[in-house]
């Protein structure tokens, strides 16, 4: 029996744009929903497991294995089932997911910093959204699928539909940390979360009233999916490939270039935006009949940005903060994800295989975020991900042009290859000339290639990347290597300048002398010298007759080095390869000459502060805003009362503001007043004598309770009281780093 078309049912819904309107619709907000809830609850579980390496590796990996597993469950639902079985199924799985509304910890949950740390983030992701995430996640084949089997006259290519479900990423991308985290708290932004979810359900209401109100065929209210649906053709391994490389190379290239940009301009705020939006962009864009631009123009631009990517990432072209440069590596990205998501839209089965054709772009897309994000900081020892995933782009036409080589042709590219890489290895062997060899094994190779096909865009890469990237290194370099948090770099500028140099991306974490590095006090540098602000507090009364000490955020360890004897220095560290950097005497020797038996805390400082109940401080320092950067969930003012929970009476707490884009001082005195404290800036000039003696201009902030014996300290006619400006106060719940923008100020 036939499926009724839209026109011999009754009721608006049943015509063609109504269908269309209701199913684009409810995957646009099914979209927009998916990406809200990641940063939502991102934002609730800071504060509460802090922002270690192993917690957000691990809500990423939760978050792309639930984004599979959606895409899975929703395969084997329409492979498996009928329609109406579909809907029921889903909005059975809705319902439940009602139960975990609003959005929040769950009661009881308390975080163990001795415990494991990823089996507890898992359990709190699984208990928190895992139910609501699963659902969202499966809804874009499933709504299409549905909408090929509703009677539509477009529902044979629902395909557009994808489209509209990336609008709705992209919209809620920009519309959480541009609307409504300035204006809402987290709780309040779940609230309506909680509103639009069940909205969403309505919807999914709606389009079971389509199949469930019309007259059924046996297959709509059997078992078995319909006959429409039975797949009449075999995905091949080819398919397969092609989907997964076109998947893979977009999402790996946008968080290269994002990479790319922190690390050569600063943690500029909000810089993962962009990338993410062009992004998500690209897709209605390109999942259409008909693309906003030719195919032919896609695949220049894909040509010429390819050729300039790998200019971009052989050389240090963004290193000296080019906002052009900048502009021109993301309509780079944007041009090949453009042309990467358009052949992945051409190279798309007919809709009774759209599921698996999802699943796999699901598999492709994680693999690339697992690529960047996990296997290359493990794997390379610089930002290695950029020149490969590119080299990977350029592979693309070689995938796309691979039916067009016959037996023969391959043959013959592949013989010449070998023969070509048997002569490198072997006058390799002779004169050890390596790069030298590589370049005329490489021209031989574009003349063979040449005359095979038409891949000069992939020959021009390869060499390119290989001979210019591969071999690309600092001068000067001591030690480099990368972790979950960036690149570390250790480089000596020799005479006139004599110095060692600690960079963690373009921001310097730190410097010594050379002629320091054989002393048995090294002098604090940077904004640690001496003359500034921290060490001043330091050097008080206050602080050298104190037995403990806190400094958050290591560096290179300069301030332990302003430790007299007998005190404990209390260091608090996120990542655990500055520390090894401190500790390194052959790298710099703050650490091993003034406190190398006192402790290290890795881990995030808040919660590692959480359950030091026991300890008192006198000084504690909080340098943890030296890149340009806001850590929120260290900033409010539950933290500021977490900081004076570990401070004694007269103990004062400091923090290092130093920032180019931010006024973190504005919710420091909007805390301050909130808890009763007192609070002074500190912020000089320095002199011309300051800079040559390598000294930073710093900004300090000071806080300490009424009372407290800071007398000497203010001494110094710099440090000036400062009040609140009357704004929203900061909290767990409420914070809008927007608001404290220069730029908009």
Not at 345 to 351: H, K, M, N, T, W
């Amino acid at each position: 029996m036939s499926v009724p078309t839209p026109e011999a049912t009754s009721g608006k819904i049943r015509n063609g744009k109504g269908l269309a309107a209701l199913f684009t619709l409810t995957i646009f907000l099914s979209a927009s929903l998916l990406f809200f809830v990641q940063p939502l609850f991102a934002k609730l579980t800071l504060p509460v497991i802090g922002g270690a390496p192993a917690v957000w590796t691990t809500a990423m990996l939760f978050f792309q294995t639930v984004l599979i597993g959606g895409y899975l469950y929703a395969h084997l639902l329409v492979r498996f089932c009928s329609t109406r079985w579909q809907l029921g199924i889903h909005l059975a799985f809705w319902g439940l997911a009602l139960f975990f509304l609003p959005l929040a910890i769950p009661e009881n949950w308390t975080f163990d910093p001795q415990g494991p740390v990823t089996l507890q983030t898992l359990w709190l992701f699984a208990l928190g959204i895992g139910i609501p995430f699963a659902v969202l996640s499966a809804n874009a084949p499933l709504i299409q699928a549905w909408y090929r089997n509703s009677g539509a006259p477009s529902g044979d290519d629902p395909y557009f539909l994808y489209g509209a479900s990336n609008l709705g990423s992209m919209t809620a991308l920009l519309a959480f940390p541009l609307l409504a985290e300035p204006i809402f708290g987290a709780s309040a932004i779940g609230w309506g979360w909680a509103v639009g979810f069940m909205v969403f359900g309505a919807c999914l209401a709606g389009i079971a009233a389509v199949f469930f109100t019309r007259p059924a065929t046996p297959t709509q209210s059997g078992n078995i999916a319909p006959a429409s649906d039975t797949p009449t053709t075999r995905i091949t391994a080819d398919q397969v490939a092609t989907w997964l490389m076109l998947a893979f190379v977009p999402s790996s290239l946008m968080l290269a270039v994002t990479t790319k940009i922190s690390t050569d301009m600063g943690t500029i705020p909000m810089v993962w935006i962009l990338p993410l939006a062009l992004f998500l962009a690209t897709f209605p864009l390109t999942f259409r009949q008909r693309a906003f631009m030719p195919d032919s123009w896609l695949k220049t631009l894909f040509s010429v940005s390819v050729l300039f990517l790998i200019y971009v990432f052989s050389t240090s072209a963004l290193a000296h903060g080019s906002v052009l440069m900048a502009t021109a590596l993301l309509l780079a990205f944007f041009s090949v994800a453009l042309f990467a998501h358009r052949q992945l839209y051409l190279a798309r089965p007919d809709g009774s295989q759209l599921t698996i054709f999802y699943l796999i772009m699901s598999v492709g897309g994680a693999l690339g975020g697992l690529y960047n994000s996990i296997v290359a900081p493990a794997v390379f020892d610089a930002l290695r991900e950029g020149p490969t995933t590119v080299a990977m782009a350029v592979i693309i036409p070689v995938f796309l042009a691979q039916n067009q080589l016959n037996k023969t042709t391959t043959r013959v590219v592949i013989t010449i290859a070998v023969i070509l890489a048997a002569i490198t290895l072997a006058l390799t062997a002779f004169t050890g000339n390596l790069v030298y060899l590589m370049v005329v094994a490489g021209m031989a190779l574009v003349v063979a290639l040449l005359i095979a096909s038409r891949m000069i865009t992939f020959v021009i890469a390869l060499i390119t990347v290989t001979v210019s990237g591969a071999f690309l290194e600092y001068r000067e370099v001591v030690f480099s290597d990368r972790s979950f948090f960036g690149t570390h770099l250790v480089r000596d500028l020799p005479a006139p300048y004599s110095m060692r140099y600690y960079f963690n991306g373009t921001t310097v974490h730190g410097l010594q002398r050379l002629e320091d590095l054989d002393s048995d006090r090294p002098v604090p540098l940077g904004y640690y010298h001496p003359e500034l602000p921290m060490a001043r507090v330091l050097n008080s009364t206050l602080a050298q007759s104190a037995s403990d000490i806190g400094i958050v955020g290591l560096g290179i360890g300069s301030l332990a080095c302003y430790r007299t004897p007998g005190q404990t220095y209390h260091f608090y560290e996120i990542d655990s390869l500055v520390d090894q950097i401190a500790r390194d005497p052959a790298l710099f020797t703050y650490m091993s000459a003034c406190a190398a038996d006192q402790p290290t805390y890795l881990g995030d400082a808040r919660v590692v502060l959480e359950g030091q109940a026991d300890l008192k401080m006198s000084v504690l320092v909080i340098d943890a805003y030296s890149s340009d950067a806001v850590p929120v969930h260290l900033t409010t003012t539950e933290a500021m009362q977490l900081y004076f929970d570990r401070v004694e009476d007269n103990g004062v707490v400091l923090y290092h503001i130093s920032n180019r884009f931010y006024d973190i001082h504005l919710p420091l005195a909007r805390s301050a007043e909130a808890l009763g404290l007192n609070i002074w800036m500190h912020d000089e000039t320095l002199t011309e004598r300051q800079t040559d003696d390598n000294a930073f201009r710093s900004t300090v902030v000071m806080v300490a309770r009424p009372g407290a014996q800071v007398d000497d300290i203010l001494e110094d006619e710099n440090w000036h009281q400062i009040d609140s400006d009357g704004g929203r106060i900061w909290t767990d719940d409420y914070a809008n780093p927007l608001s404290i923008l220069r730029i908009f100020r």
